[in-house]
């Protein structure tokens, strides 16, 4: 299996985007404890092999510049709510950066929501190629509009504190076939050991 990567890694016709995801699919074949369960990372598998030739569907790109984002104040998966006092499954990841920071488009799509909502406050939903949707919540505004095609490092809007929050963060989610996976699946490899700062090259 090494040989098989390596060599695929090596072949000078992957361009750089693809031999990220083969990484990326390789170390979570190695880390079962990834923090996914195998029906996400399998969604997630099925996505990538749907859509080998355009990573720009898939959604890699980090929606906040990496000189903004602060932090991670909370991932995915169970927590305690810090507004409804209870245990709670957040499906989704809180990046924190200033209000006002550059909101980008993880990846090509077509924007199908830019409302209010008010547990979100004002949030984008984006349809990618492939299936995979994308949600940005707590905007301070949106720049975009239902029907607008975006591309991926696109700027949709900018972090805010609107809906339920205690602070301004982007709260990030990414859908396959419907079901919040854990958008740390895509960006693993792109992160340090800390999981806190992002590396982007
Ligand atoms: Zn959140």
């Known amino acids: 299996m090494i040989a098989i990567v390596s060599y695929i890694i090596k072949n000078n016709r992957i361009n750089r985007n693809q031999r990220l995801l083969i990484i990326i699919t390789f170390v979570m074949m190695l880390n079962p404890n990834i923090s996914v369960v195998n029906a996400q990372e399998q969604r997630v598998e099925g996505l990538i ?78 349809y990618h190629i492939g299936g995979a949707k994308t949600l940005y919540a707590h905007l301070w505004r949106s720049i975009v509009k239902p029907g607008q095609k975006v591309s991926q490092g696109q700027r949709i809007g900018f972090v805010g504190a609107t809906g339920k929050v205690t602070g301004p963060h982007l709260h990030y989610e990414v859908w396959i076939q419907d079901k919040k996976i854990n958008p740390l699946v895509f960006w693993k490899k792109m992160m340090n050991s800390k999981g806190q700062k992002m590396v982007m090259n």
């Open 49 to 126: 092999a749907e859509d080998s030739n355009n990573l720009k569907y898939t959604p890699l790109f980090f929606p906040i510049n990496k000189d903004d984002f602060i932090n991670i104040s909370s991932h995915y998966g169970y927590r305690y709510h810090p507004i409804d006092h209870k245990q709670k499954k957040h499906l989704g990841i809180d990046l924190v950066a200033k209000k006002g920071k550059a909101v980008f488009a993880s990846a090509d799509g077509i924007v199908i929501k830019s409302d209010y909502q008010k547990g979100y406050g004002n949030r984008i939903i984006i």
